[in-house]
């Protein structure tokens, strides 16, 4: 699994790559830094995903708890019929404000403080 | 007739994906007649429920410093499919693992419940000393 980040105007992007399952959680953890963390506008866009496990899953809501102990938000890209069932299965897609599209998800931001 | 897979593997995270691509493979290969949509929404079924039970074998080995060995069995009938993911860690019984709740977003604890949402039949036994967790599912099309 790789996975890339860019910042689209203040927003933190991160772009997992491949398949997100037990053995590598542990990377989505660490996906955040802690400048992103405190400012609090982040997008995972899960578009590039093959899977998605309830290991990786529960990574991913751990991260938006993290965000979101700094009065933040994490918006989800998640065009994946696949990717998506598993939020779906688990009610996890009404934790997270889902886009078809990234920019639409970053400009979904309140501008001024997150 | 009846096409059978077997995969053994150490208990460890790493090996997860490998159970759970055979069993999209298989589930993939065994009918070109099928919709391709159902087909896939098949495959894709056992891709997660293998994972989700494989983990949980790995996760509940009696020591995580010594691997254990899993054993993942594919059977395809003309009807159904169905996998068996075999361990040797302490009893573990399905029927005794309660539901997540699911509206607290739990970080954890959805293997079981995804398993049986996603598939027909999820039952376990224990026989010799083993752990067997076996899933069902009916082809697509039957």
């Known amino acids: 699994m790789k996975i890339y980040q860019k910042i689209l105007e203040d927003v933190c992007i991160i772009i997992p790559h491949g398949r997100l399952d037990a053995s590598n959680t542990h990377y989505i953890q660490k996906s955040l830094s802690e400048e992103a963390e405190k400012e609090g506008r982040v997008v995972m866009d899960l578009s590039s995903l093959e899977f998605l496990d309830s290991s990786g899953l529960g990574a991913i809501i751990s991260l938006l708890r993290r965000v979101k102990k700094n009065d933040g938000d994490m918006k989800l890209v998640c065009p994946a019929d696949k990717i998506r069932r598993v939020f779906e299965l688990t009610r996890a897609d009404r934790m997270f404000d889902i886009y078809d599209d990234c920019e639409v998800a970053a400009k979904s931001f309140p501008r001024g403080k997150a | ?142």
């Open chain 2, 1 to 142: 007739m009846v096409d059978k897979l077997t995969l053994g593997f150490p208990a460890h995270f790493k090996y997860v994906r490998i159970a759970s691509v055979l069993g999209v493979q298989a589930a993939q290969f065994i009918d070109s007649e099928s919709d391709p949509e159902e087909l896939l929404e098949f495959a894709h079924a056992f891709e997660l429920a293998i994972s989700e039970a494989v983990t949980n074998s790995v996760k509940h080995q009696r020591s995580l410093s010594r691997s254990s060995k899993i054993v993942v069995e594919i059977e395809i009938s003309r009807t159904e499919m169905t996998v068996a993911v075999m361990d040797s860690n302490p009893h573990f019984d399905i029927t005794q693992i309660p539901a997540p709740e699911l509206d607290a977003h739990p970080e954890n604890g959805y293997g079981i419940y995804i398993m049986r949402k996603i598939m027909d039949r999820v039952e376990s036994r224990r026989e010799n000393g083993w752990n067997i967790l076996i899933m069902t599912k009916k082809r697509p099309g039957v």
